[in-house]
């Protein structure tokens, strides 16, 4: 908790710093302080108009004054030992007890124009700085003495003097607008804060899904915001690619590491235009290597085309960046077609990825190829082959499979009239 002030001077400054920048204190702290101040206003009005009536009118006008003096003795003790909480509890006492005071000493209900209705700044103040539960003994307390007001308001209406009807007119209208005045303004900033507070949280939360949506892929971080922690799934047939840039290391040594990190930035955000281009879902990055998938989590029948149409520019995206940064990149791409299993890892740091044995065949696919080439699985080749050209590669030494036949894809099929 943030500490009080020492004076009302200050302690007034602090409330419109609060005020204006709420998060320099609590929204506790600057509603004590507005109730505080008006009471005080309020008080000063009180010991004015009644020291006024003449000296047998002093006895009254020592309730006020003596919420000021135990409020502000209050304010300074707190202020140096800095405890807060004893000091909301002691504006709080004031608060109902010294209208209560008021109205019994001018004489009840009429003579003083109801001014125990002041005591209501209590439990609203209780409720808006400790909080609901706490803001319950405060209320009863109020109605407690309400009622008592009432039983007793004969005997205090006996011992009433005489006030003159135009002082019993501004009191009313003192008591009618001021606790209004008062109540609306708390209100007001109390609302004020929760628009504020509620728009910084729409804020957070749209910057939250937005970084969910960088993570994981829209359907699946819909799925874990609708509580759906257990995620995977089995796709029949998807295509998945991985692309490595070649001779990226030794081409690191020669660079700074914000040279590194600014051209494969380069690199992969065209990547990423690519794969938003053709609606494919980029997986992840492992250091200089690439890994998308099409046809999961949201399933297409056209995955394999996608994919190659990616690849195809991928090359040109990365000629490009190469003739702007002088330098010569270049990279091997693989491509697998089949099924795979693919769902959400980590409880923290969540991660969407692909598992089985279409997974390591397109890895496969990626680490035999061949510089500058797009070397793909005869099930890719057999889904495209419709509608692209293709080399053979036979006796390719595939890790766990042996010799295999592979394809080179060469390009799209000229089409002929």
Same mark, same amino acid.
């Given at each position: 908790? @943030?500490?009080?002030?020492? @004076?009302? @001077? ?13 998060? %320099? ?13 008006? /009471? %005080? ?38 202020? =140096? ?31 003083? %124009? ?43 209406? %006996? ?9 019993? #007119? ?11 005045? &008062? ?23 749209? =910057?939250? /899904? ?12 819909? =799925?874990?915001?609708?509580? #759906?922690?257990?995620?995977? +799934? ?38 990423? +235009? ?26 297409? +029948?056209?995955?394999?085309?996608? &994919? ?19 330098? +010569? ?5 693989? &491509? ?10 980590? @409880?923290?740091?969540?991660?969407? #990825?692909?598992?089985? #044995? ?22 890719? $080749?057999?889904?495209? $082959? ?10 390719? /030494? ?20």
């Amino acid at each position: 908790m @943030s500490e009080l002030v020492a @004076s009302p @001077s200050i302690f007034t400054r602090d409330f419109w710093v609060n005020l204006a920048n709420p998060s %320099s204190s609590t929204l506790s702290k600057s509603i004590l302080t507005f109730l505080v101040i008006a /009471e %005080s206003l309020v008080c000063f009005f009180w010991i004015y108009t009644l020291s006024g009536l003449g000296e047998g009118y002093a006895f009254i006008a020592a309730v006020p004054y003596a919420y000021l003096v135990v409020s502000y003795v209050s304010l300074f003790l707190f202020y =140096r030992f800095k405890r807060f909480e004893y000091f909301t509890f002691t504006q709080l006492v004031m608060l109902l007890v010294m209208p209560f005071f008021m109205q019994w000493a001018i004489g009840g209900f009429a003579a003083s %124009s109801g001014v125990a209705i002041w005591a209501i700044l209590c439990p609203v103040g209780a409720l808006m700085i400790l909080g609901t539960r706490q803001s319950t003994p405060w209320f009863f307390l109020f109605f407690f003495l309400a009622i008592i007001s009432w039983v007793l308001n004969n005997r205090f209406a %006996s011992n009433a003097l005489p006030i003159p009807t135009n002082v019993k #007119d501004a009191f009313f209208l003192m008591n009618i607008t001021g606790t209004a005045s &008062i109540l609306y303004g708390v209100l007001r900033y109390f609302q004020g804060q929760k628009e504020r507070v509620m728009a910084s949280l729409e804020l957070e939360q749209a =910057r939250s /899904e937005k970084l969910l949506l960088n993570i994981l892929p829209a359907p699946i971080a819909e =799925r874990l915001k609708a509580n #759906d922690m257990r995620i995977a +799934d089995h796709y029949d047939n998807v295509t998945v690619m991985f692309a490595d840039l070649i001779n990226f290391t030794q081409l690191s040594e020669k660079m700074t590491p914000t040279q590194l990190i600014e051209l494969l930035s380069q690199v992969f955000l065209r990547f990423d +235009d690519l794969a938003e281009k053709y609606q494919v879902e980029k997986i992840k990055t492992i250091g200089d290597a690439y890994m998308v998938i099409s046809g999961a989590p949201v399933a297409c +029948d056209d995955h394999a085309e996608r &994919i190659a149409k990616m690849a195809l520019d991928m090359h040109a995206a990365l000629k490009e960046v190469s003739a702007v940064n002088g330098v +010569d990149l270049n990279m091997r791409i693989g &491509i697998n077609t089949g099924p795979v299993v693919a769902g959400v890892i980590g @409880s923290a740091k969540f991660s969407y #990825d692909l598992w089985g #044995d279409t997974v390591n065949m397109a890895s496969r696919m990626e680490s035999t190829g061949i510089l500058g080439a797009i070397q793909v699985s005869q099930s890719t $080749q057999k889904a495209l $082959q419709n509608t692209y050209e293709f080399s053979v590669r036979t006796g390719v /030494e595939v890790k766990g499979k042996g010799k295999l036949d592979t394809f080179i894809l060469e390009g799209q099929k000229q089409l002929t009239n």
